[in-house]
Each structure stands twice: as structure tokens, then as C-alpha cells.
């Protein structure tokens, strides 16, 4: 919620699946939403050596219940980025 109210880029650990491999992601979240019964974060997978840069041309989401940790970046801002 931080990330989206000061439009901070972050690094998401994110587990895909139960016991499945842990994933990075440079990320610059959106919005929160809430669909069928669970929370999702929407926004932007960017890239980690410049956050401010989108990676694909569609948001994309995450569940939030699936990540494992969440380091915000000082440095960068998606504030560049659509919403």
C-alpha cells in the first residue's frame, strides 16, 4: 500500500505455486483489488535496472496472499507509468 500511495517501484519475492520456486520482480503496483473472494495487486512488471520502464505492454497481477516479501525502492518511481 505504501508503493501505491508514494508511486515507489519495489522488488516482489513471489511464490507462483505451493512449495514452488520464489521469483523477483521489479514491480510499480497500481491499484489493489479485491475479485472472486481475494486480494490481487495490479501494476506493472518493469525493469529491475531502471524501474520506471515497463517490461510488457499489459498490467499484470499478482496474488496478494502469494507474495513472501516486499522491498520498496527508494530510488525509483512509477509514477511515469500508466495506471
Not at 520502464?53 to 496472499?65: E, T
Request: include cysteine; charge should be positive.
Amino acid at each position: 500500500m505504501e508503493c501505491i500511495k508514494e508511486k515507489k517501484s519495489c522488488i516482489l519475492e513471489y511464490q507462483k505455486f505451493y512449495k514452488g520456486e520464489i521469483k523477483d520482480y521489479s514491480f510499480a503496483p497500481q491499484r489493489l483489488l479485491c475479485m472472486h473472494d481475494c486480494f490481487y495487486i495490479l501494476g506493472w512488471i518493469t525493469d529491475s535496472n531502471n524501474p520506471s520502464v515497463k517490461i510488457y505492454d499489459s498490467p499484470s497481477k499478482f496474488s496478494v496472499h502469494r507474495i513472501q516479501k516486499v522491498r520498496i525502492l527508494d530510488t525509483s518511481s512509477s509514477a511515469q507509468l500508466p495506471e
